[in-house]
């Protein structure tokens, strides 16, 4: 790795943490110019030195990078994404449960189009979006996409109003709807129901169950796909992140291959 890309990160939670230590543990020629928060007047701790801390999307007129990285939450796509592709810079968005209001998605993309920056949607917590992404253009029958996590990692949810989480013996389908309804309704568990859709057949024809599973250890993501093609089953059995069991590790790895291919010559 040669060249080297300062990049922002909107958001320092769970992944946005991880992130930036998997990138420093692996040397990457990576400069994280600028964190953003809620609460900024909070030290924050391991913030690259640096970094400036941030909290509103205006003060990013005084920083110089060419991507910006959200990941902060479903309310903070709109108003940072603004300002982020009006400055031309690219923008990779994790919280995609944002795009269940289409107008935001149609927003964004016409903001892209227009300064020449990219809006990108990495494969989060999955794998496997090329082939989806690529067997939909020669079209699709069905997508479904089930998501099993360990019963804790639906906690302060509405799966609570449709199960006892606490006292379930045996794994539980407590929600099966369209991927738009579910990422709408679980917006920390079900963004990557908006990646399927988005690579695949729509937020509206995909179908999505979600599954409390009392036993489970990993955050799993199975996805069954038929077209023209042929089929595909894509599983990953996930570890969740230790600072927050509703997102998994392979989001913030995604997020580090993203950034990396931006300066590597090779892109695997
Ligand atoms: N695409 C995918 O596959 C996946 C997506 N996700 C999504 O990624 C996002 C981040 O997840 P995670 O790191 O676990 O979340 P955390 O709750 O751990 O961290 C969120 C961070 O974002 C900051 N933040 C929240 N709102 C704003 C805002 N409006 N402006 C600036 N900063 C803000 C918070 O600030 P403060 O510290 O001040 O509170 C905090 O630092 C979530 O939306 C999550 O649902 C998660 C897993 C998979
Ligand atoms: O991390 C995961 O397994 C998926 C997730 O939380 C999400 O899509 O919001």
Known sequence: MSVSEDICLIGWGAIGARVAALL?????????????VR?????????????????????????KAKLAVEVAGRDSVLPWGRVVLEAGMDFAISSTSAFVDDRVLAELTKLAQARDAKLL????????????????????????????????????TIAENRCDLEAL????????????????????????????????????????????????????HEIHAEGDFGRMEIRLENRPLATNPKSSEMTALNLVRLIENRVLPLLI
Not at 129 to 151: F, N, Q, T, W
Not at 180 to 203: C, E, K, W, Y
């Open 24 to 36: 420093a543990e692996r040397r990457s020629p990576v400069r994280i110019v600028a964190v953003a």
């Open 39 to 63: 609460d900024a007047s909070r030290s924050r701790r391991d913030l690259p030195k640096e970094a400036a801390l941030i909290s509103h999307p205006a003060e990013l007129a005084g920083v």
């Open 121 to 156: 949607v990495p494969p989060g917590a999955l794998g496997g979006i090329d082939a989806l992404a690529a067997a939909a253009r020669l079209g699709l029958a069905s997508v479904e996409h089930r998501i099993i996590k360990p019963a804790r990692a639906w906690a302060g």
């Open 169 to 220: 013996t045996e794994p539980t389908v407590f929600y099966a709807d369209t991927a738009r309804a579910a990422a709408d309704a679980f917006p920390q568990n079900a963004n990557v129901a908006v990646i399927t859709s988005l690579a695949g057949i729509g937020l509206d024809r995909t179908r999505v169950s979600l599954v409390a599973d009392p036993t489970a250890l990993f955050n799993t």
